[in-house]
């Protein structure tokens, strides 16, 4: 690619977040340089393919993402939800230190939705609070982005597709939204391109709003027969902890509070609402 832009690193380009990171910054024309854990996967071929500089190494090597980060604009960071608190928070310091450190001038950190002031006992919300505060204190031009409900999480099993019906948090006319993981990078272009605008914010990003009777119906529509919506039992949520504080944070915490819609629709023209999601690229996650 030859324009005058300098690289941005993105983590976890083999992945969902950093995957959409990348094609949504490609296609804006930024040399996009990505840190892989093994250049010889099908992914990793796909990102070189597509004109990804591509940097063999993990986390755990500091040297290799400090030289990484030389010569770069920007940064995106995202980490993987398989680690323990303490890891996640370490790794996500480690990074933003490393990011401060080579001065680059505009870094750009995922962090959730559910993130906020307190602590919530769930240990991969409270990661990311902490991160936050962190990022926030370094002396670095930094953008947080809250991302809502993944469109995709609502497609894996476990939510009683197969059996005609439709189990998950919200009551019938309760709301909550969403954004569909494409959606990210392209909410994530749009901030590199603007860090005048988007210098010191902290946003959450979503591509929709949905409520329980409307998933019904799109469901519905979706599968060509009725699936019947239901909230999960109060017995469940009230027995796992992990259920119930996503429950609690979609009935009145961080999840309840919604953006508007139309804002977000300035910063990415492109959302994508739901059903038009499930049917165009959430098709394939569909497994009935
Ligand atoms: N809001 C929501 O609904 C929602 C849903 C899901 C996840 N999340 C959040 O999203 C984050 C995860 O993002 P994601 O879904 O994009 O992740 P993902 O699809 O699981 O991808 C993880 C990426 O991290 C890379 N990676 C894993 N371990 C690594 C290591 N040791 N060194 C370097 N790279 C490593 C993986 O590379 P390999 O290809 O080498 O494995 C992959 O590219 C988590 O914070 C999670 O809490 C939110």
Partial sequence: MSNDKLPILVFG????????????????????????????????????????????????????????????HGVFSVLPGSLAEEEEVCLGCMIADLATETGIEHFVYSSGASAGEKPTGVARFDAKSRIEAYVRSLPVTATIVRPMIFMEMLVRPGFGLEEDRYT????????????????????????????????????KIASDTVTGRELEVIFSEAAGRPITYMRFPDELLASNPDLGQLAASLDQGPLAKHVDLN??????????SFRSWLAASGCSALYW
């Fill in 13 to 72: 380009a083999t992945g969902q977040q950093g995957g959409s990171v990348v094609n949504a910054l490609l296609r804006a024309q930024w040399p996009v340089r990505a840190l892989v854990r093994d250049p010889a996967t099908s992914k990793s071929n796909t990102l070189r393919n597509a004109g990804v500089e591509l940097v063999r190494g993990s986390f755990a090597d500091m040297d290799v993402i400090r030289a990484a980060m030389k010569g770069t």
């Fill in 168 to 203: 998950f948090f919200l009551k019938l006319d309760q709301s909550m939204q969403l954004v569909a993981v494409e959606d990210i990078g392209k909410f994530v272009a749009a901030i590199f391109a603007d860090k005048k605008r988007f210098g010191g914010q902290t946003l």
């Fill in 263 to 272: 804002a977000m629709r300035e910063i990415n023209p492109e959302i994508v």
